[in-house]
């Protein structure tokens, strides 16, 4: 089982950038694709960008496209998220998520089987 680990969230004004990492604690982790989700007070969880097994394929949801990056570094068994131009409706809780290889472009939460705590990030305008 992949236990994942985020961090990195904060609080940053409108225009603003910041970096989230998710460490997993298996070695089994450079197997898996790895997603960032995120989801707001009120609002149903929603898919940010995935990144598969050996990074180089990505794929985004259209709300962040050409703002965030997903990048991974399995000696470190840690994958990135880095959130450029922010804006206030960035604003959610943003979590990893782990699925297996084959489902490489899941938009999907219900594909991805572990997750972690979450990391809050607040644009403020």
């Known amino acids: 089982q992949v236990q994942l680990v985020e961090s990195g969230g904060g609080r940053v004004q409108a225009g603003g950038s910041l970096r989230l990492s998710c460490v997993g604690t298996?070695?089994?982790?450079?197997?898996?694709?790895m997603g960032w989700f995120r989801q707001a007070p009120g609002k149903e969880r929603e898919f940010v960008g995935g990144i598969g097994w050996s990074g180089q394929g990505t794929y985004y949801a259209d709300s962040v496209k050409g703002r965030f990056t997903i990048s991974r570094d399995n000696d470190k068994n840690t994958v990135y998220l880095q959130l450029n131009n922010l804006k206030p409706e960035d604003t959610a809780v943003y979590y990893c998520?782990?699925?297996?290889?084959?489902?490489?472009?899941?938009?999907?939460?219900?594909?991805?089987?572990?997750w972690g705590q979450g990391t809050q990030v607040t644009v403020s305008s």
């Open positions: 298996e070695p089994s982790f450079s197997s898996y694709v």
């Open positions: 998520a782990a699925a297996p290889s084959v489902l490489y472009g899941s938009t999907w939460s219900y594909e991805y089987d572990y």
